[in-house]
């Protein structure tokens, strides 16, 4: 590294940061970052790396940059990783970055198809390149292979495992059920063993290895999954940001009403398994609506739901249900998971509060008797003995007593606690044994050649706190990574045995050791544990101690005290312990290490479950007594070591994993934030560290990790030679430029197609290349005087070799003899030459005969004449061969009559290429017009659409302008309808006042008429004469009362009125307001009284009738009673019936709103053959109460013929069109007239015929009126009669 070159230097977020380097000391060196000029810091030698010259520039193998070191990993990830490039290769190995987001169609199955056979490093790293590859392994090496794929929570693990099974499933499936079944069985898995964590949302809290089997054609036969370490602690205890596994919440937010009232199921906060962590469903916006109030919690309904792209609790249960159904779980086998899970919590209310006896023990809660009962009922166990069992044990004695006297010793609360909590994780822990083992039968096979397994399980962790769990995870790396050194390191050797290197085996550092002191025998971390578990008084602190004294001087092995982290610092020495992993070191708390490691229930727990009344829980209890430990003694409690089972089982699987070859994917978290496009370098340094990649770039170190092809190289340095030097050969040219330069022979290799250099070495030779001009003169002379070396050794060879060719012809003189027996054969040939060239030229000729007879095959016209032609020719050349044959000839005739044919050919030939010449220029020609007949197609279209533009912007124009002159006509006509309404009131209060004061008079008269009857008795004379003053009084009435009547009136003479007459003449001006004037106007004209027809008699009035006022009458009275039929059926319908809609609310309500006008019979005939088109938005009933953002808004057309509809269609997203025609769907269609409507006075409703009709004939109203017509149910309009016209 020189001074002021850029460097790689230790940063403490981004991991490393470019810089340059300002000082050497001892130990460290001083660094100026690039991008903070004038600022420097110290960093150790061991952790500053040499940087490319372009630190933008990203490669997809990491071996192809020039410098191999941890700082130019991270950089090509973080560099690949902004371009959305998630995948990068190291070798063989694939690091897989999770992008937190869909990549477009990185996935699709075009991806798949184009992965599909394509070696490793033809196209862009990705995840179905390695399946791919271990693919066609298997298939060319005929061995089964693996696929480990490994890293942190949220890393993204189970996803790229899922990609690998699809690609396998859709890729080599058999198109059967099984490749459906095995990709749906990782739902059911998802749903039972995932669970929320910090770090990812769907995090596997189990290891698994899905193993795809192939038959003998390679073909997919069937699967098997294997299933590590269930974190069963997560089932009784979670911290407040985490959730329990996702089959809980499911089961409570998507379960129906009847399981959920029959399991006594209520929401997540009221269960203590559930209540202590995160109690948010996953949930969608959609689906947020669909989970009741009552199902969520106070923190659910506060919060609101959690939203993930991957998760959804409601849909997932179905979904879920989906995948049982598909992979052959019954109703009966997914109702009895169900039922078992919904035990496990309430089991998990059951709660304890001491005895208050001398005793000592513990009773139950009176609370908590509902929620034990309830978990008896579902788990089939009876409640008082469930009671009795989380209360006490039971103890065997073996002395002091008859032996095998039984005691029941009562247990304290925090003892029935744990009793509580061991249960319920031994019937969950069962019952997803139970799953994995129905998930494998659902994709059995008979016969398996070879499989495919992808390994998933989580890779090295370290958190604050690390327990039991963490442990034995990192105990599994270790065995990996040492199966992944050994794997990686064959790899390597592999490739330099086929380059030729002939290198010797290349060694790493064993983690051996660390193994060792896990799982050795007696004096292992775990067989401590297991000895720990089998003392009657077990304690955490005193396994802790043993571990340290018996491995106090092991390098892997240290206190808690000398943790480089405070928090650990203050962790006695008995309460934990360091190992130093080929990650870094991990500081294990082991509080809870040995009951953790207990897997047994007690005796009277586990009696209890094992003969419950429950067929399907007695099941998942089989043979558990089977696993017990064998070492342990009669009396004592019983004891199933977890670490031996793990250690088991990981030990089969390596077992299975070195009989098979392999490919990994290292997963990696790009942040801790799980959001897209965050690179967090320090965290994803340290991640690359723990998956071992840094360690596999040590190991690399060891081999020739830097190679390079030779022609990349003659391009590289081309520039640096003179024009002599370039001309040689590649590999001559590397050949002399290394030898030039003295490198050492040891510091690289040359294969077959690529030089291999040791670690730095590449860098050094390039560092020589590009120094100054001078060093550059002094290589070229060495190379000239390695060339003149060269080519003098080749001279040398070639002396050697000429007197090697000199004894070969001295031995060749001796065969000379042989050639004596040739000359008759050669004087034979002679003689007979001329006729054997003539064959041969006859054959040529022949042979250019059928090129022509196939040339004649594609010529269209006079294809006749010419192979006739062709025909001859062809049987002339027979005949020449014929007579050569048959006859002794001479060359000169020979070649005469070859001319012949030639001379005849080439004249063929000639016609035959004008023939062609003629028809290719008449196909150009064609060619050339059917292109002119398009262009002028074209234009008329372009013309066409032109004027109908123009032709549709008139008729709008128009269209407003007839709406505008419409709504004036209107306007004027409720002004004058409101002054003769003004006009009327006036009058009609004028003749209010003129009857009272003739009833006055009335009055005054009858009363001086009753006055002069009485005086009458006394003076009858003068009764006679008060006639004419009577007569006088009734003539003034009579005349201030017509004024008032009608111009007829006018004309009566002045008699004398009664009152009746005079009452009857007031109600007949009163009747001559005028609305009732124009109802009896249209009374008046009525000629058809229709009241008393049926249905059908108006029906078949409409469809026959040619009288034009009848049918205006018969449509008037059919649309009356369809008012009257709808008016009913809307008063008389369902309370919570939902509104039946048969057009838009804004026509109805402007309906109800305003009373329709009435026309004169005349008016309305006029109007029956006008043709008018309707657009509105139309929202349905179901949708009008919708937030606005959620409404569909749908539209409505309508086709008026005259004052009624004749068509009608709605159109709303994602349903069909609904279609409808006047007599087939009268009962649906809007049944006001298009006065009624209002749609003439709505600016923009109304829209052109041709725009109506394209929409009508898009949605199929043709086919549906047409079928009317056919049934006869159409009713006879403009519509149905310009389609009859168009069908003939």
């Not at 392994?137 to 996803?159: C, F, N, P």
């Not at 309904?301 to 019954?330: Q, T, W």
């Not at 003068?1022 to 007569?1031: G, K, S, V």
Request: overall charge positive; hydrophobic content about 35%.
């Amino acid at each position: 590294m020189e001074d002021g070159k850029a460097v790689w230097a230790p940063h403490p977020l981004d991991g490393f940061q470019l810089g340059s380097i300002i000082d050497i000391g001892v130990d460290t060196l001083t660094i100026e970052p690039l991008n903070q000029k004038n600022k420097t810091f110290l960093a150790p030698v061991n952790q500053v790396f040499s940087a490319e010259e372009d630190s933008k520039k990203d490669v997809e193998d990491n071996c192809g940059l020039m410098y191999l070191n941890e700082a130019t990993l991270l950089n090509n990830i973080r560099v690949r990783y902004s371009k959305d490039k998630i995948y990068t290769y190291v070798a063989n190995i694939l690091i897989a970055i999770n992008p937190y987001f869909d990549i477009p169609k990185l996935y699709s199955s075009d991806s798949i198809q184009k992965y599909k056979g394509k070696s490793l490093g033809t196209l862009p790293p990705h995840v179905f390149a390695i399946a791919d590859k271990t693919y066609r392994d298997m298939k060319v090496h005929k061995l089964s292979q693996s696929i480990i794929v490994s890293g942190e929570s949220g890393a993204g693990k189970t996803e790229n495992t899922k990609f690998v099974l699809r690609y396998l499933t859709e890729s080599y499936g058999t198109s059967q059920d099984i490749d459906e079944r095995i990709v749906e069985a990782n739902p059911l898995l998802e749903a039972f063993g995932n669970a929320k964590t910090v770090r990812n949302n769907n995090s596997s809290r189990f290891g698994k290895f899905v193993e795809i089997h192939f038959n003998e054609k390679n073909a997919v036969v069937g699967g098997f999954v294997s299933h590590y370490l269930l974190e069963k602690s997560r089932i009784c205890m979670q911290s407040k940001e985490e959730r329990n596994y996702h089959i809980f919440y499911r089961l409570c937010a998507g379960a129906p009403e009847e399981i959920r009232q029959k399991f006594h199921l209520i929401s997540p906060d009221n269960f203590r398994y559930l209540n202590r962590g995160c109690t948010r469903y996953f949930a969608t916006k959609e689906s947020d609506k669909q989970i009741l109030q009552n199902r969520k919690s106070p923190e659910c309904l506060k919060e609101g739901s959690m939203k993930d792209p991957l998760l959804d609790d409601h849909g997932d249960f179905n979904r879920m249900c989906v995948a049982m159904k598909k992979i052959g779980l019954g109703d009966a086998e997914k109702f009895d998971l169900f039922r078992v899970v919904a035990g496990v919590l309430h089991l998990g209310n059951v709660d304890f509060e001491e005895a208050g006896s001398t005793s000592g023990g513990c009773v139950l809660k009176n609370k908590s008797s509902q929620s034990l009962d309830y978990c008896a009922e579902l788990l089939g166990l009876d409640s008082d003995d469930l009671r009795v069992s989380l209360t006490t044990r039971v103890m065997l004695t073996t002395a002091g007593g008859a032996k095998g006297t039984v005691i029941k010793v009562p247990l304290k609360v925090e003892q029935a606690n744990n009793a509580r909590d061991a249960l319920a994780k031994a019937v969950y822990s069962h019952l997803f044994d139970h799953v994995v083992k129905r998930v494998n039968q659902c994709f059995p096979f008979d016969t398996s050649s070879f499989f495919i397994g992808v390994l998933d399980i989580a890779g090295f962790e370290y958190f604050e706190h690390n327990s039991f769990e963490q442990f034995c995870i990192n105990y599994c790396n270790e065995k990996l990574q040492q199966f992944f050194n050994e794997r990686i390191l064959k790899e390597e050797q592999e490739l330099y045995q086929k380059e030729g290197l002939g290198v010797n085996e290349v060694h790493y550092v064993d983690n051996q050791d660390c193994i060792d002191l896990i799982e050795a025998k007696l004096v292992g971390i775990l067989d401590i544990l297991d000895e720990e578990n089998r003392l009657p008084q077990t304690s955490d602190q005193h396994f802790t101690s043993a571990v340290h004294q018996k491995h106090k001087d092991h390098f892997r092995l240290t206190i808690p005290r000398k943790s480089k982290l405070t928090v650990h610092r203050n962790i006695r020495d008995d309460e934990g312990f360091i190992i130093r992993h080929f990650a870094g070191a991990v500081c294990y708390e082991t509080s809870k290490f040995v009951e953790k490691n207990n897997d047994a229930l007690h005796m009277s727990l586990e009696s209890l479950v094992s003969e419950s009344k429950d067929p399907f829980v007695r099941k998942l209890f089989e043979g558990t007594n089977n696993m017990k430990d064998t070492k342990q003694k009669a009396g004592k409690l019983g004891f199933i070591s977890v670490g031996n089972k793990f250690k088991t089982q990981l030990n089969l699987l390596l077992e299975k994993l070195r009989s098979t070859g392999s490919s990994f994917i290292r997963c990696i978290k790009p942040n801790l934030k799980m959001t897209s496009h965050q690179f967090e370098g320090a965290q994803i340094l340290s991640q690359l560290q723990c998956s071992g990649m840094v360690s596999v770039l040590d190991l690399m170190q060891g081999g020739f990790p830097s190679r390079a092809p030779f022609h990349e190289l003659y391009n590289m340095y081309k520039n640096y030679m003179p024009a002599k030097l370039t001309r040689l050969d590649p590999r001559l040219f590397c050949k002399a430029l290394f030898k030039a330069l003295g490198l050492n022979e040891n510091d690289y290799k040359f294969g077959l197609t690529k030089v291999f250099f040791r670690p730095g070495k590449f860098a050094e030779f390039d560092q020589i290349m590009k120094s100054d001009p001078e060093h550059l003169a002094v290589l070229v002379k060495r190379v000239n005087h390695w060339l003149i070396c060269s080519r003098w050794k080749k001279v040398q060879w070639c002396s050697l070799s000429v007197i090697k060719l000199k004894n070969k012809m001295s031995y060749r003189a001796l065969a000379c003899i042989k050639m004596q027996k040739t000359v008759r054969m050669w004087l034979c040939k002679r003689k007979h030459k001329p006729r054997i060239d003539g064959v041969v030229k006859a054959k040529s000729l022949k042979q250019r005969v059928n090129r022509m007879i196939e040339v004649v095959k594609a010529l269209k016209e006079g294809k006749a004449e010419m192979n006739k032609q062709v025909q001859d020719l062809d049987s002339s050349i027979d005949s020449f061969m014929n007579k050569i044959k048959r006859t002794i000839m001479t060359r000169v005739e020979i070649d005469k009559e070859y001319a012949g044919l030639v001379q005849r050919s080439e004249q063929l030939l000639g016609g035959l290429q004008k023939k062609k010449q003629e028809e290719e220029e008449a196909e150009r020609l064609r060619v050339i017009q059917q292109e002119m007949e398009r262009e002028q197609c074209r234009r008329k279209e372009e013309e066409r659409h032109r004027k109908q533009e123009e032709e549709d912007r008139r008729l709008k124009a128009e269209m407003e302008m007839k709406r505008k002159q419409e709504e004036v006509e209107r306007k004027k006509q409720e002004e004058e309808e409101r002054r003769l309404q003004a006009e009327l009131e006036l009058q009609i209060t004028a003749e209010r006042e003129e009857d009272a004061r003739k009833q006055t008079l009335l009055e005054q008269e009858r009363r001086d008429r009753e006055l002069a009857m009485r005086i009458a008795h006394s003076e009858s004379d003068l009764i006679a004469d008060e006639a004419p003053m009577d007569t006088g009084i009734k003539s003034v009435e009579v005349k201030r009362v017509q004024p008032v009547a009608a111009a007829a009136k006018s004309a009566r003479p002045e008699s004398k009125m009664t009152m009746e007459e005079m009452a009857k003449e007031m109600s007949d001006y009163l009747a001559r307001s005028p609305q009732v004037q124009a109802t009896k106007a249209a009374a008046g004209t009525k000629k058809h009284d229709l009241s008393k027809w049926k249905y059908a008699e108006l029906r078949d009035a409409i469809n026959t009738s040619c009288d034009i006022e009848l049918l205006a009458a018969c449509r008037e009275e059919f649309h009356r009673r369809l008012k009257v039929y709808h008016a009913w059926k809307s008063k008389n319908k369902k309370r919570n019936c939902e509104a039946e809609q048969r057009a838009p609310k804004s026509i109805t309500d402007y309906a109800e709103q305003n009373a329709p006008q009435l026309h004169s019979r005349q008016q309305e005939i006029s109007q029956n053959r006008t043709q008018r088109y309707f657009r509105i938005p139309f929202i349905r009933p179901a949708d009008q109460y919708k937030e606005p953002q959620n409404k569909k808004k749908g539209w409505w057309y309508a086709h008026f013929d005259g004052p009624w509809i004749a068509r009608q269609m709605e159109l709303h997203p994602d349903k069909a069109p609904i279609l409808l025609v006047a007599g087939k769907d009268d009962m649906e269609m809007c049944e006001l007239s298009l006065d009624e409507t209002g749609l003439t006075r709505k600016r923009g409703a109304e829209i052109l015929p041709r725009q109506f009709e394209e929409v009508w004939e898009r949605c199929g109203g043709v086919t549906y009126l047409r079928n009317a017509i056919e049934s006869k149910q159409a009713r006879p309009t403009y519509a149905t009669a310009m389609l009859q016209n168009l069908l003939q």
